[in-house]
């Protein structure tokens, strides 16, 4: 798993606040978990073999904030979820 300084480091390029970034990852315990504990926004892309445990684990649903099948569905949700907004926990992205 990923230590805090990573997320620090991700937080320092990024040039924003915690509530503005969104981690986007496939794994539980390397991505969603420790981004969300970091306090950024997380994105569960449901790929490879990972794509149906996402949709039963319950450590991943209580750390994600939203699940996609393609990263060009992140703008339609932050569009819809802006910072500081109200997040749609488990929104699916819709065209």
Do not use: N
Request: hydrophobic share 35%; aromatic share 10%; proline share 8%.
């Amino acid at each position: 798993m990923p230590d805090a300084g990573f997320f620090a480091r991700v937080l320092a390029e990024a040039e924003g606040t915690p509530e503005e970034e969104v981690y986007v990852g496939d794994y539980p315990d390397k991505d969603s978990v420790p981004a969300k504990r970091a306090g950024l926004r997380t994105a569960h892309i449901q790929r490879g073999s990972w794509r149906s445990y996402g949709r039963t684990c319950q450590a991943w649903l209580d750390h994600t904030d939203w699940r996609i099948d393609r990263l060009t569905e992140l703008p339609i949700l932050l569009r819809a979820c802006p910072p500081g907004g109200v997040d749609a926990p488990w929104a699916k992205a819709t065209r």
